[in-house]
């Protein structure tokens, strides 16, 4: 069996524009629908969403009915979360809050087996196709990506030292806690909040990293285009129920 390509990193190494779902209903079924939406990357979020190990798997599963690449979020830089999402399948990880060189340093060893890194050795799991796949271990890191979450204005001020980190294949910058880093709690369009997320994207491409954001209202996401943003949510799955459900009411009342 041959060893499963990570199409997300595929992208990001031919600096294709990537649009991507935010998944946080914890839902299989869910999940299957986004599969076949479209969508160029779902990420399973369990950072602020109620995903679990075992909701994160059956996702990936669902997901798999699709085209659209699984990725997940752990809810933080932890190398036991991050060996087990590993093992499970999952190839492209966006770990949150990383505030400089030393933590992306560790996000990457996470992802390493020995001697490059710290991430345990399993041959048997979902990742390595049960056992099926031919030198997953050897292998395994060429096709795993490792995105890091910029999300404070402290972490712009880093990003050169943070993109220069190897292994690191990608930044991303979390709007809302950029705002609230700033002073700016719940206002991501806030102008100097807007000049820092277009200055990120700035030092990160002159760095040499392709850079990605979530924005959940066309013109924003169309503006972090414009700044230079390859990839980004445009939808979270729980906000897109709540808008149309709320929508649909008003046409009654």
Not at 170 to 184: E, K, N, W
Not at 190 to 203: N, S, Y
Not at 224 to 249: C, H, K, N, Q
């Amino acid at each position: 069996m041959d060893h499963p390509v990570n199409h997300f990193k595929a992208g990001l190494a031919e600096g294709r524009r990537m649009i991507g779902m935010w998944a946080s209903l914890a839902s299989p079924t869910a999940a299957e629908i986004h599969a076949n939406s479209g969508f160029d990357w779902v990420l399973v979020d369990m950072e602020h969403a109620p995903n679990d190990l075992p909701q994160v798997l059956a996702q990936a599963q669902a997901l798999a009915a699709g085209p659209a690449p699984a990725l997940c979020r752990p809810a933080w830089n932890d190398i036991v979360l991050i060996k087990r999402i590993l093992d499970i399948g999952i190839q492209t990880l966006i770990v949150p809050y990383v505030q400089n060189a030393e933590e992306a340093r560790a996000a990457v060893a996470a992802t390493r087996y020995p001697p490059e890194g710290v991430r345990g050795v399993a041959g048997a799991g979902r990742a390595a196709g049960y056992g099926r796949v031919r030198d997953y271990a050897k292998n395994a890191a060429s096709q795993i990506a490792v995105v890091v979450q910029v999300e404070t204005a402290e972490a712009v001020e880093h990003i050169e030292e943070i993109a220069a980190v190897d292994g690191i294949d990608a930044l991303f910058v979390g709007p809302a806690d950029l705002a609230a880093s700033m002073g700016h709690l719940g206002d991501m369009n806030h102008p100097d909040v807007q000049a820092k997320i277009e200055e990120a994207a700035r030092r990160s491409l002159a760095a040499g990293k392709p850079i990605g954001s979530l924005a959940l209202d066309p013109p924003v996401a169309k503006k972090y285009f414009d700044y230079g943003y390859s990839f980004i949510a445009v939808a979270l799955d729980s906000v897109i129920l709540a808008r149309a459900s709320t929508a649909l009411i008003a046409e009654f009342r």
